[in-house]
């Protein structure tokens, strides 16, 4: 079981380019989500897709675009790139069942220029 | 969801038991009492949970106050290991619901 996993782990781009985040799970959990977190702050919800075939906006949603491919994959797009998101990005994944406990994935880290 | 106040660092020696609290006095009655921790440079890790009673697993205990305004995750026998950001989180059960991570407690285990 390997979980969330996440990729790339490390990106650097150019300030207009775009890039894909994926993020996949082997849980076969219902609801999956894209979080930023910036230096010396918490986790912010970009987007979230409770079920398979359905995405909401979360916090900063802005400048971003999601897929929720199947129920295993929820990838992340930035269309061009800014250096406001400049960020690490964390993907989880929850069953709706019991206390829905989400769990992570180890991050990709992104930097624009 | 219901704020949370944790005290932003502690310390605490090796192989003795690390004592993290947390205060929620809005907690409502729906609300459960969520744990999760972030070692330096890892995503967020899941630790435990609670709605009223007292809960433990593998990792850690639980203890909730009897009116659920506070709580506090005891690690019994800290390794430098357990050195990461603890983050106490109030949400309702719903699905797709946001966790809200504050500022949490940087918990320094010393040897």
């Known amino acids: 079981n390997a979980g969330v996993t996440q990729t790339p782990k490390f990106q650097v781009l150019k300030t207009g380019q775009s890039m894909t985040l994926q993020c996949a799970q082997d849980?076969?959990?219902?609801?999956m989500y894209w979080y930023r977190q910036d230096p010396g702050m918490g986790l912010r919800l970009i987007y979230y897709?409770?079920?398979?075939?359905?995405?909401d906006k979360g916090e900063v949603p802005n400048g971003y675009n999601v897929s929720r491919l199947n129920k295993r994959e929820f990838s992340l797009r930035l269309e061009s790139a800014a250096p406001s998101q400049t960020s690490v990005y964390f993907c989880?994944?929850?069953?709706?069942?019991?206390?829905?406990?989400?769990?992570f994935g180890p991050g990709t880290r992104l930097t624009v220029l | 969801d219901a704020k949370t106040t944790q005290p932003p660092s502690m310390d605490c020696a090796e192989g003795r038991a690390a004592n993290l609290p947390c205060n929620h006095s809005?907690?409502?009655?729906?609300?459960?009492v969520y744990w999760y921790r972030q070692i330096h440079s890892q995503g967020p890790q899941y630790i435990i949970h609670?709605?009223?009673n007292n809960e433990t697993n593998e990792m850690a205990s639980l203890i909730i106050t009897e009116d659920r305004k506070s709580s506090t995750l005891i690690l019994p026998h800290a390794t430098l290991r357990d050195t990461a950001v603890y983050y106490c989180?109030?949400?309702?059960?719903?699905?797709?619901?946001?966790?809200?991570f504050g500022q949490g407690t940087e918990l320094s285990v010393k040897p």
């Open positions: 989880a994944s929850s069953e709706y069942r019991g206390a829905d406990t989400q769990y």
């Open positions: 849980m076969n959990h219902n609801s």
């Open positions: 897709s409770a079920s398979e075939g359905t995405t």
């Open positions: 809005t907690i409502s009655g729906n609300e459960y």
């Open positions: 609670g709605l009223k």
């Open positions: 989180i109030v949400r309702p059960l719903r699905r797709g619901g946001k966790l809200i």
